[in-house]
């Protein structure tokens, strides 16, 4: 039966058509806003990981690999590559000052013929100098050290219920999995020296890698250094391009640089659509509020006129706007929510970097924000409503027309 | 219950001049008591609804005071006049004043919810709807009734609430002999339960229906 309480839902349904674009407008709204807000966290979010994972100050790689390969692509959206420098340039690095800790990795990539259950990014690295991978790996992995054709793979590795992964005809054991990263890591098997080089050998078995000329027991892809407390990076990175020939220097504060540029360009246009959504469904919303109010002037003229008081009919108006924009904007952050989830993978491939769903935490704070905004627009719609109300006269209303 | 008015005048500000005022109701001394069905009638922009409205407390006097039972309701404050609106007067203005998104029954039991929590009267709605001859009506919508149905409608909402005093624009403006005369009865059989009943209208068609006949003309009010 009706009450005060319900007459605000008696309305509404009462002005299906009107209560539909405003359901729909408050809806894009809160699409937007939290969508777009959880793009931007999402990217920072992956970006931070890649950054954090990435864990040295400097990396230097072969210079003739600089080509088709960049060691910010690496990070962010490279094909799986492979290229080599001679072992000896090691000791010529060694010598430059300010390292601390240096290690060798070795790459190479899975072709994607049938010898292959995957095309990944392969990456060796020392466990006995390896200060990038082994933390990482440690959160993961629970079978025992990493031994001889054991991996551990990226979060977008299949992983399949015998734990196998085949190259080369060679079966390795999955041992770990990590967290996803947003970025081409999560695509990468990490092995120790031993188990690469057998897959090497069977690649050139295989004639299926260019390189066939080297010898994987002399040869590095990258080497990841960690600068001294202090020390200056960007002179090391010069000393070593200066004293090191033959190499390609890249330092963490470069492709933090790059990401960060980049995360800037996305993060404003992102900004900018989501600002102007807001503000078309804000404008929208309060345009058909204010002509419901109006087409509904002598309804609120009668309720004065029956005893409700300036009070009793604000309130009415006040939460006809909440309701019907809450609903809307909670319906909008499920439907984006439901887009992000489904459609994440896609995401970061169209913006072309690291894109990572926020944690719980942001993901209900960005949702609050958004209901917030759409309940900015609400409070705007009623503020105009009640104003218009409170400044009619009722008498002269019941008066005009019929 | 006596609703007394003394000396209201009600002047509006004449459109394009801002300083120029027209007085639509002259100062004027007018009283209504319990059980009695009186009529001003007069030409179409005499004041009759102006005057109406002022004694329901919907538009406040330029000068002059209302009492109802000697209680001056312009000095009370915005809410403490509504509550009194609903719980003492009720008024029929002129026009359509239906609530287009509830049905016939819903609008008749308006002005009860809007201080009460507990369960609507809805058996009272009903007979009231039975008594103006709508109650088929009953689960209509406000756009499926005709002009004199929805009159009738607000005629039952007016009375829910029992008040003492019943002020009634125009109410049967556009309605047929037979629906006028289904009002009017209404309107006198509300006046011999007891309240104070004032109807407006520029026809003569209530005057035997009335206890006093009271003409507007020009702002003035002539016995
Ligand atoms: N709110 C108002 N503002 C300006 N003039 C008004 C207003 N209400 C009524 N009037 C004028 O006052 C006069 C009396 O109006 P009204 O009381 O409605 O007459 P009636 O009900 O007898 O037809 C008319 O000339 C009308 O134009
Ligand atoms: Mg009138």
């Known amino acids: ?402 | 219950m006596i609703l007394r008015a003394d000396e209201v005048r009600k002047d509006f500000p004449r459109a394009g001049k801002s300083s120029n005022y027209f007085t639509a109701v002259y100062p004027l001394d007018f009283v209504l008591e319990s059980g009695q069905f009186t009529v001003i009638t007069g030409k179409s922009g005499s004041g009759k609804s102006t005057l109406l409205n002022m004694l329901a407390g919907m538009l406040t006097p330029s000068g002059g005071k209302v009492f109802l039972d000697d209680k001056d309701i312009y000095s009370l404050d915005e809410k403490t006049l509504a509550r009194l609106r609903n719980e003492k007067i009720g008024l029929i203005p002129q026009g359509h004043t239906a609530l287009l998104s509830l049905t016939v029954l819903e609008n008749v039991l308006l002005p009860y919810i809007l201080y009460n929590k507990a369960q609507p009267p809805e058996k009272k709605a009903k007979d009231l709807l039975d008594q103006v001859g709508i109650a088929s009506l009953m689960e209509a919508r406000p756009n499926e009734l005709s002009g004199g149905e929805l009159r009738r409608m607000a005629i039952a909402r007016a009375m829910l609430m029992e008040p003492s005093i019943l002020l009634a624009d125009e109410p049967t403006a556009g309605l047929d002999s037979e629906n006028t005369i289904a009002v009017l009865s209404l309107l006198r059989q509300a006046a011999d339960e007891g309240a104070a009943v004032l109807v407006v209208t520029h026809e003569n068609e209530a005057d035997h229906f009335t206890d006093h006949v009271l003409t507007m003309d020009g702002g003035r009010l002539k016995g």
């Open chain 1, 1 to 402: 039966m009706i009450s005060l309480k319900n007459l605000p839902y008696k309305n509404l349904k009462g002005y299906a058509g009107r209560t539909a674009a405003l359901l729909l407008f408050s809806m894009l709204m809160a699409l937007a806003t939290f969508g777009g807000t959880m793009v931007i966290s999402g990217i920072r979010a992956g970006l931070n990981k890649v950054e954090s994972r990435f864990g040295a100050d400097i990396m230097v790689t072969p210079e003739d690999a600089k080509n088709d390969f960049d060691a910010q692509n690496v990070l962010l959206k490279a094909e799986p590559g492979y290229f080599y420098m001679e072992k000896g340039k090691m000791d010529e690095i060694a010598k430059v000052d300010g390292i601390e800790k240096m290690s060798a990795q070795l790459f190479m990539a899975s072709a994607k013929a049938g010898c292959c259950s995957a095309k990944v990014q392969m990456i060796a690295y020392d466990p006995a100098t390896d200060f990038t991978i082994q933390p990482w790996i440690a959160d993961t992995y629970t079978d025992g050290p990493m031994g001889l054709m054991d991996v551990v793979v990226g979060s977008n590795v299949t992983v399949y219920d015998n734990h196998i992964i085949r190259f080369y005809d060679n079966d390795c054991r999955i041992i770990g999995q990590f967290a996803p990263t947003g970025s081409t890591l999560d695509n990468c098997v990490y092995m120790n020296y031993d188990t690469v080089k057998v897959l090497i050998k069977a690649s050139f078995k295989k004639g299926l890698n260019q390189y066939s000329e080297y010898d994987p027991d002399d040869v590095i892809s990258a080497v990841m250094i960690k600068v001294r407390p202090g020390a200056d990076i960007e002179k090391v990175a010069g000393d070593i391009t200066k004293q090191v020939d033959g190499v390609s220097v890249a330092t963490s504060k470069n492709m933090v640089a790059g990401i960060g540029d980049s995360l800037k360009k996305i993060s404003g246009s992102v900004s900018f659509f989501t600002v102007t959504f807001w503000l078309i469904g804000t404008l929208m919303t309060i345009l058909i509020f204010a002509m419901m109010i109006n087409e509904r002037k002598r309804e609120f003229a009668s309720l004065w006129a029956m005893g409700a008081s300036r009070k009793i009919i604000s309130d009415l108006v006040i939460r006809e706007a909440v309701v019907v924009n809450l609903a809307g904007g909670i319906l909008g952050i499920v439907l984006s929510a439901l887009i992000l989830f489904m459609f994440k993978d896609l995401i970061g491939q169209v913006l072309g970097v690291g894109f990572l769903i926020p944690g719980p935490v942001t993901i209900i704070l960005l949702a609050g924000a958004a209901l917030l905004s759409v309940l900015l627009a609400a409070a705007i719609s009623a503020w105009i409503g009640v104003r218009r109300i409170s400044r009619m006269d009722a008498s002269l209303v019941l008066k005009e027309g019929q």
